[in-house]
């Protein structure tokens, strides 16, 4: 089945700089990679996602990368904001259901 | 996205008791539902997939017999801890396949349970 590895577990940046989130995918079938936002105690939100036909999605100061040949895809927050702080988990699709990855804990220092 | 409710959001059940927790799709049918389990600090895991008018798909690992599920109707499905023990308290996570949409997933509130 889908195994999918997210990189880092968490990371503090200054508010005004960017977050990188990286997440390698193990099925080469997969072809849908969202990612969600998760703040305490609440559900996860889907922010952004991504089809394996294209390479790159932006939307605000949020984008996703995708490479299929390497079987990774990021996330990019530019000019972060404390109520980014939260936690991001990736997932990518196997057949009809999502694998997730384990999450990383964004805090964003004012 | 859809809009999805869980009832209740928190309960608190003595050890051997059984919960009942349900998962709505408010705005659309649903045939499918996701249900998952978090434990604190962790990722969001899949315990099964419930389709609406048959049997649920349990992941490995997973006691059928424990966590029934039931999904009668299109906007409605239930997931009942039976027996409940201490390690079953967690944060309980629903959500449906977004209409028209294959793989999207929208997430209901959660239900967190406290196993005494």
């Known amino acids: 089945g889908e195994n999918v590895e997210q990189h880092p577990s968490t990371l503090s940046v200054q508010e005004g700089d960017s977050a990188v989130i990286k997440c390698t995918y193990s099925?080469?079938?997969?072809?849908?990679f969202p990612w969600y936002k998760q703040e305490l105690g609440k559900r996860p939100q889907l922010i952004i996602d991504?089809?394996?036909?294209?390479g790159e999605k932006k939307d605000q100061r949020i984008a996703v990368t995708l490479n299929k040949t390497a079987k990774h895809f990021s996330l990019h927050i530019t000019e972060t904001q404390p109520e980014d702080s939260a936690v991001y988990f990736c997932?990518?699709?196997?057949?009809?259901?999502?694998?997730f990855g384990g999450g990383t804990r964004l805090m964003v220092k004012p | 996205g859809a809009v999805v409710s869980q009832h209740p959001s928190r309960v608190i059940c003595k050890s051997g008791t059984s919960v009942k927790i349900e998962c709505r799709s408010l705005?659309?049918?649903?045939?499918?539902m996701f249900w998952y389990r978090q434990f604190p600090k962790q990722s969001l895991m899949l315990m099964a997939t419930?389709?609406?008018?048959?049997?649920?798909?349990?992941e490995q690992g997973v006691e059928k017999d424990k966590f029934l599920i039931n999904h009668a109707s299109l906007t409605l499905s239930t997931l009942t801890v039976t027996s409940a023990h201490p390690e079953d308290s967690s944060f309980y996570i629903c959500?449906?396949?977004?209409?028209?949409?294959?793989?999207?997933?929208?997430f209901g509130p959660g239900t967190r349970l406290t196993v005494t």
């Open positions: 997932a990518a699709n196997a057949g009809n259901m999502l694998t």
């Open positions: 099925d080469s079938a997969s072809n849908y």
């Open positions: 419930s389709n609406e008018g048959s049997k649920a798909t349990y």
């Open positions: 959500s449906t396949r977004g209409q028209g949409k294959f793989y999207e997933q929208y």
């Open positions: 705005d659309f049918q649903a045939t499918t």
């Open positions: 991504i089809r394996s036909n294209v």
